[in-house]
């Protein structure tokens, strides 16, 4: 197991090894394998690549942000400029319906409401606004629908869990409770976290997914 200080500088090397991310403007302090990320990005598109660099480190049990944006001259633009442009980008992508999505926009926090059918078209929208310049974050109100039937949800996930994994499948636990996909269980990378993730929201029906699972080396 590493030690705060061993943990440390791999998140330190991490980040100035992301070549989307100015690691000198970011500090970094660990304890008991909680890591927190402070100062100051040019852009929100850098706070997210520095959150998903940090996770990317073995032995990282959870993230504490405390980064913030600020913008500098052309990288600002007031809020009726970035709703356009999210609007736009929006409305030229394939994979969601016209119209399906709504911007809002303050202060440069873009704000997406609606409904789709797919987890990856809400992964879409996010991911199409958080690049454009004057975004300061990106808020997620996008619902998933219609309702469908959850009743062979469980052991799809778990077929995916075991069809993905390289070995042996994360021990991983699937309940369904209503429209909640819960995954409890540990695991001991981030990666295996996020294949658990990505297989529960891969299943026909699921609408939400909470995320009990525990990172431990």
């Known amino acids: 197991m590493k030690t705060d200080s061993q943990l440390q500088q791999d998140v330190l090397a991490e980040l100035k090894w992301e070549p989307s991310v100015n690691a ?14 402070a100062g100051h990005v040019s852009s929100y598109a850098e706070k997210w690549d520095a959150e998903r660099a940090a996770q990317r ?3 990282v049990k959870a993230l ?4 913030d944006v600020r913008l500098f001259g052309l990288g600002k633009r007031v809020d009726a400029e970035i709703a356009l442009a999210a609007q736009n980008v929006l409305d030229w992508m394939s994979v969601l319906p016209k ?20 987890q990856y078209q809400k992964q879409a929208a996010t991911g199409a606004v958080r690049y454009l310049m004057g975004v300061t974050g990106v808020s997620d109100h996008i619902l998933i629908g219609p309702k469908a039937s959850l009743s062979a949800i469980e052991s799809d996930i778990e077929t995916a869990l075991k069809r993905r994994a390289a070995n042996n499948a994360p021990v991983v636990s699937v309940t369904i409770r209503g429209d909640d996909v819960t995954l409890t269980g540990r695991v001991s990378t981030w990666a295996e976290r996020d294949l658990a993730w990505h297989c529960a929201w891969g299943a026909t029906g699921v609408r939400n997914v909470v995320d009990n699972i525990t990172v431990s080396s």
């Open 57 to 59: 480190v073995s032995g």
């Open 24 to 37: 000198a403007g970011i500090g970094v302090e660990v304890n008991d394998g909680i890591v927190t990320l």
């Open 99 to 118: 119209g399906a999505i709504k911007v809002m926009v303050e202060n440069g926090w873009i704000t997406l409401s609606g409904e789709v059918e797919w």
């Open 64 to 67: 504490a942000i405390e980064m």
